[in-house]
């Protein structure tokens, strides 16, 4: 069983920076899927970008293309999102996935297992 521990959530300001981070427990697979996911209060949760074994990278928000940035270090199985130039409506739960998949998905029916969230507040 895979577990994520996501951490580096908080509160800034708008305009601000935050690095997340997502460590996998005992994740040898040679073909897996790293994603973020986000959910705002009365929100469906939706996907923000993932990044696969072979580095190949999506970004699902068009909103966050040129602020925010995925990236992991396979040694360590850990996945990070640096977030960049933050706004107000970027405040929500962020949720760090995993699955064994060829081609990531944007969906969260498509990732297996999931981290237990970190909160980001960005305020105005």
């Known amino acids: 069983q895979v577990q994520l521990a996501e951490s580096g959530g908080g509160s800034v300001q708008a305009g601000g920076s935050l690095r997340l981070s997502c460590a996998a427990s005992?994740?040898?697979?040679?073909?897996?899927?790293f994603a973020w996911f986000r959910q705002a209060p009365g929100k469906e949760r939706e996907g923000v970008a993932s990044?696969?074994?072979?580095?190949?990278?999506?970004y699902f928000d068009d909103s966050v293309k040129g602020r925010f940035t995925i990236s992991q270090d396979s040694a360590k199985n850990t996945a990070f999102l640096q977030m960049n130039m933050l706004r107000p409506e970027d405040t929500a739960m962020y949720y760090c996935?995993?699955?064994?998949?060829?081609?990531?998905?944007?969906?969260?029916?498509?990732?297996?297992?999931w981290g237990q969230g970190t909160q980001v507040t960005v305020s105005s």
């Open positions: 996935a995993a699955d064994r998949r060829i081609l990531c998905g944007s969906r969260p029916g498509d990732y297996d297992y």
């Open positions: 005992e994740y040898s697979y040679n073909r897996y899927c």
């Open positions: 990044i696969g074994s072979d580095n190949f990278i999506t």
